[in-house]
């Protein structure tokens, strides 16, 4: 393999870059919080950046938008997967700097061996002052969990600096993504980024015994990252655990007087409460996850949401907001084009692939690699065939204001149908089952506040 011989993105790279940054920023998050992005080291600081693995292609894209100054790009390990579906796509995400992971778990162990390019050239860009990224899960969780981490990082940084002598100080930085969703547009992430650990206090002990060296850099940089983020390790109890954070973390934190408005102050409120429910006694940790579990259970049976039990509702409002859908579903049809297939042909690849944690993935590198431009180039034509060059300009314009009023009618009419499920259970025949529901609701809420002394 070829090294590198130049590092930074040239014109094409930071206007791609810049469409993905509008792209991610504006459209697939509504906001997007950076905590310790100055932790980044300047360039000419040769560092391994270690992340936990959430959200597949958007934890990577998190991090290159994280970095400040033109031309600037960290480079980063993927799966090998995508590299073998063309040479044409090879060739350019190895332009966007990206390198083949190949796992064990889906290549075969007959592939692993071909990761040694992939670490020849990730030594190369280290000991030229370079930051290469790498998923120490060597994949992407469907839980808000850290999970195993393998020595590939650590063997990398180690080896990087042994390249030079350990001459070179080589840094690990260590990074979190958090997600309110996984799943659709429109929600809020964070980046963030903690202090670089550097190899060289570790550079003696790795020359008598490297694996104690690897495993004491490991547990540093792995204490890090799950101090940042949601890191549910019961897995056992996840549904009722993730369940109670969900729905109990803000009155969580307006009882203890914290703030719950912004990401991360949601995030704190959350990590605090899932604490508090692991440092209950066993007994009564088991009991309360169960109540909370029957409760869960009982929602999707019901085909309700726990914000519903405290939602007011009646037929006017509803109505109201009907004919209001009426009034603009013209203009919704008029949106779908080209939206709808922006929005369902990632779609389709996501459950072709059988992997719901690439929707993100595949909403944002699809669209932004061919997608956007294959459907404003025709939908720029159709226009100006059938009217005027000027309307096609305009239109063009005006697609993506179309793109978010599309989304968010669709989104409004999802709740509208909450309401009306909700409505339904006003009648006689369910009236019972929803007032049960918000007894039993207030009752597993007062539990909580009173085993917290709160």
């Not at 993105?9 to 100055?38: A, P, Q, S, T």
């Not at 109990?248 to 719950?260: C, D, L, M, V």
């Not at 869960?296 to 409002?317: A, D, G, I, P």
């Not at 297939?341 to 459950?351: G, Q, S």
Request: net charge positive; with cysteine; charged share 25%.
């Amino acid at each position: 393999m070829e090294m590198r011989k130049t590092f930074k993105g040239g014109l094409y790279y930071m206007g791609f870059k810049e469409f993905i940054r509008l792209l991610f920023n504006h459209f697939l998050y509504r906001k997007v919080y950076k905590i310790g992005d100055e932790k980044i080291l300047p360039d000419g600081n040769p560092q391994v950046i270690a992340s936990n693995h959430q959200n597949c292609l958007v934890d990577a894209i998190a991090v290159m938008l994280s970095f400040k100054g033109p031309g600037r790009r960290p480079f980063f390990w993927a799966r090998a997967d995508i590299f073998a579906v063309s040479k044409v796509l090879e060739k350019y995400l190895r332009f966007l700097g990206l390198m083949p992971a190949f796992r064990m778990e889906h290549e075969g162990m007959e592939d692993v061996g071909k990761n040694s390019a992939s670490f020849e050239e990730s030594y190369h860009l280290l000991n030229h002052g370079q930051s290469v990224m790498i998923f120490p899960e060597a994949g992407h969780q469907d839980k808000r969990f850290l999970g195993h981490f393998t020595s590939g990082y650590t063997t990398m940084a180690f080896k990087a600096a042994e390249q030079t002598g350990f001459e070179k100080e080589i840094f690990i930085l260590p990074v979190a993504n958090h997600y309110s969703d996984y799943f659709g547009m429109r929600r809020e992430m964070c980046v963030m980024f903690a202090d670089p650990v550097s190899l060289k206090p570790y550079y003696e002990l790795y020359k008598e015994a490297p694996r104690t060296a690897m495993r004491k850099v490991n547990q540093i940089v792995r204490e890090a990252i799950s101090a940042m983020m949601l890191d549910i390790q019961d897995l056992d109890n996840y549904p009722a655990i993730d369940f109670l954070r969900t729905n109990y973390g803000k009155s969580f934190a307006f009882i203890r007087k914290e703030p719950y408005k912004t990401l991360p102050e949601k995030l704190k409120a959350e990590k605090e409460l899932v604490a508090a429910l692991g440092a209950l006694e066993d007994g009564t940790r088991e009991s309360v996850y169960s109540q909370a579990d029957n409760l869960r259970k009982e929602l999707e049976e019901s085909k309700l949401q726990y914000k519903s039990l405290s939602k007011k509702v009646n037929w006017t409002s509803t109505i109201l907001k009907i004919v209001g859908m009426v009034i603009l579903f013209p203009l919704w049809i008029f949106s779908l084009w080209p939206n709808f297939f922006l929005y369902h042909i990632p779609m389709r690849l996501t459950k072709r692939v059988g992997d719901k944690m690439l929707t993100s993935s595949f909403l944002l590198g699809v669209n932004a690699v061919l997608g956007i431009a294959f459907f404003a180039i025709v939908s720029f034509v159709l226009v100006w065939c059938f009217l005027t060059i000027y309307m096609a300009v305009l239109y063009v314009l005006m697609m993506p204001a179309l793109a978010l009023f599309c989304w968010y009618y669709t989104e409004w009419w999802a709740s509208i149908k909450e309401d009306l499920r909700l409505l339904a259970f006003y009648g006689k025949s369910k009236i019972a089952k929803l007032r049960s529901l918000r007894k039993e609701s207030e009752k597993l809420e007062d539990r909580l506040w009173s085993m917290f002394k709160i």
